[in-house]
């Protein structure tokens, strides 16, 4: 396939549409183009179709978005949301609740900073549990629920323990260890084995639950780094 315009191109209307949303968003696609072709008709190297081709591969890769007049680029020149984002970064599967209580924040602020973040692409969100997660935009989705289980505080301690353990625990030995609700130690125990982090042994002479130490070294890696 023909390329036919430039970088160049490209970070020329950029420029032109920066001065457009500077003043308003960008409701009707056709204003936005018009807007641009008026500034360009003496330029011989810009055409309407070329105009819009450009602008529709900007709204494709999200660097502007119909309905704001905000354009990729400034969204992380709000030092708060650019925080947020680098949390995220830092921490996939944090919650909301988690990102408000970190920066001290009402519900609808972090909403809004997180719908921003969302729309550009710079992260994304996972309902689990009820609750609404975040990821970078190009986290791996294999792993959400792995990162999402491990800031889970008894998931950690349960975790933590069988890596210190040689022999399978028994789940009333556990219990007992942890100060742990047997109920509750079960539901964990399921999801640990359901993610491969620890196994479940039942032959005769040992029986409980051991951490595996044969898991993927990118995971025990994230492991060991809580």
């Known amino acids: 396939m023909i390329k036919i315009f430039s970088d160049k191109d490209e970070k020329e209307l950029y420029q032109l549409v920066k001065e457009y949303t500077k003043k308003k968003p960008i409701i009707e696609l056709k204003d936005l183009i018009d807007f641009v072709a008026n500034r ?9 179709n070329k105009i819009e081709l450009i602008i529709k591969k900007f709204i494709k890769n999200q660097k502007i978005l119909i309905g704001k007049k905000l ?5 992380l020149k709000i030092p708060i949301r650019n925080e947020i984002n680098n949390l995220i970064i830092q921490n996939p599967g944090i919650n909301i609740n988690q990102i408000m209580i970190y920066f001290d924040i009402g519900a609808n602020r972090a909403l809004w900073h997180l719908e921003l973040l969302s729309s550009f692409k710079f992260i994304r969100s996972v309902k689990y549990e009820a609750q609404k997660t975040f990821f970078p935009y190009n ?8 990162n999402i289980s491990l800031r889970n505080d008894k998931v950690k301690i349960i975790l933590d323990f069988l890596k210190e353990q040689n022999l399978p625990m028994k789940p009333t030995l556990l219990s007992e260890s942890l100060q742990m609700h047997y109920n509750t130690l079960k539901k964990y125990l399921e999801l640990l084995v359901n993610l491969d982090l620890i196994k479940k042994i039942n032959e005769d002479k040992q029986k409980g639950y051991i951490f595996n130490s044969n898991i993927d070294k990118n995971i025990l890696k994230l492991v060991n780094s809580l």
């Not at 330029?43 to 309407?48: C, E, L, S, V």
């Not at 986290?139 to 792995?146: G, I, Q, R, T, Y």
């Open 71 to 75: 354009i990729k680029e400034d969204i």
């Open 40 to 48: 360009l008709k003496s330029n011989p190297d810009f055409n309407r």
């Open 139 to 146: 986290s791996n989705p294999k792993f959400d629920v792995l």
